[in-house]
């Protein structure tokens, strides 16, 4: 690993938060909350911590796929770090831990909160607190090969530690090209959302921060009832519609929106991405009806369709406490919990392209038990899949049972129950938000030890990171490779 070059680009990266953290001062201004010097002080100290270091380190052009997943890893602490500084100065949140949690939640648009009472924060805060979502979903690094070419010495290879999905989409030769496609696509969803949601009859300032915490999948509203406050059916199916679309892959939407229309149903991960949002609406729905829960069909199909929806692309909203629901429906929730969104897409999870081709792999095995002769091969459309991507799937799953039960053994140990300790790894290792019991949809994070929340937030960052750039960055022999740095006056 070239350390002087990874920091270097690290030191850019958290100059480039900094200028990030000034953008809720119009807000502030605008709502005299007086959290202006909280946002200053926060953008000086990430300005400095960068500062130093590209004074200190060298750049380094010969950057490789070792050194990606290092840029990555330090690029989204450190962000959460930053990301929590104006939490802290406001005076809203009761540590640095809770802080830290929050703003590695809004980052990694998991949307897992400790707050009881949204309101208690401050306009800017809350508009913070959604851009750190719109920031996240997308990802730090994309928006860095989109607006800095400076960072396009090793694009390749922090697109690929970056960005979710066992397989990645290139749109353009260059990488910076295809930054400023995905972040165009993202920009112009975003901006259409927020016209639809004003035009449902909310404010501007509630329509942005929903708006971009829909399209990142990340759940954060800027009231505690979320997206039940409106009470409006017209806000509801506007944010499906959004959520749906951001659990898509953004490489058919820039297809779709070049009128190739036809992509979205030739790409058979986006067909099993459907059904898998139909057939628990339908579920859920009959099993609620029957029991009860809802009397009015409308009513019915409404609110399992939204609570489907969210839950299926991690985003997290809620309209209604699922946990007060029948026995079945809270199973076929979970479930949908590990699936997430399509590969390419900002939702979180393991994504549907990795459990397709997992079905289709078992479907195969099963074949050849049966017929010990035939050759059999695995497609996703009409395409071969690659032995190497199927090796790297079950690599992943194995990654996955063993972070899952890793971080849920830690959580249960520092004394949480096991329902919700459980269900809390699941929420954030998938960058969901809410689970069961204690970290239900109608409670919230912060009656959890600070070890816990420590825990979560790393389950987090590795959920958001897709487990390889984390597990690669704790291997002893990862470090074993790292060179010295280089610093500025040795270079003469």
Known sequence: MHTDGVLNIFGKLLILISLCLLAPIPFSIYYS?????SFVQSAIVGAIAGGILVSIFMPNDDLGYRDGFAVVVLSWLGMALLGALPYYFSGKMPGFVDCFFESMSGFTTTGSTILAQIEILP?????WRAMTHWIGGMGIIVLSLA????????????FQAEMPGPTKDRLAPRMQDTARILWGVYFLFTLVEVVLLMFGGIGFFDAVCHAMATLATGGFSTHTASVGQFQSLYIETVIIVFMFLAGINFALHHQGLHGNI???????????????TLFPIIIISLVNFANGIYT????????????????????GFATADFDQWPPVCKVLLLSLMFVGGCAGSTGGGIKVVRLLLFFKYARMQLSCLIHPNAVSTIKIGKVKVPQEIMAAILGFFALYIAFFLGASLLVTSFGVD??????AVIATLNNIGPGLAQVGPAQNFAELPGLAKLTLSFCMLAGRLELYTIAVLLSPAFWKMARKPVMRWQVH
Do not use: C, H
């Open 296 to 315: 009015a069909w409308g009513e019915n199909i409404r609110t399992a369709t939204f609570q489907v929806v969210s839950v299926l692309t991690t985003t």
């Open 418 to 423: 096991f329902l919700t300790g459980t269900t």
């Open 123 to 127: 306009e800017s805060v809350l508009f």
């Open 147 to 158: 607006i800095l070419p400076l960072l396009g010495v090793a694009g390749m290879q922090l």
């Open 33 to 37: 909350d007086g959290m202006i010097g």
């Open 262 to 276: 036809s992509a979205y149903w030739k790409s058979e991960e986006f067909r099993f991405y459907l059904f898998l």
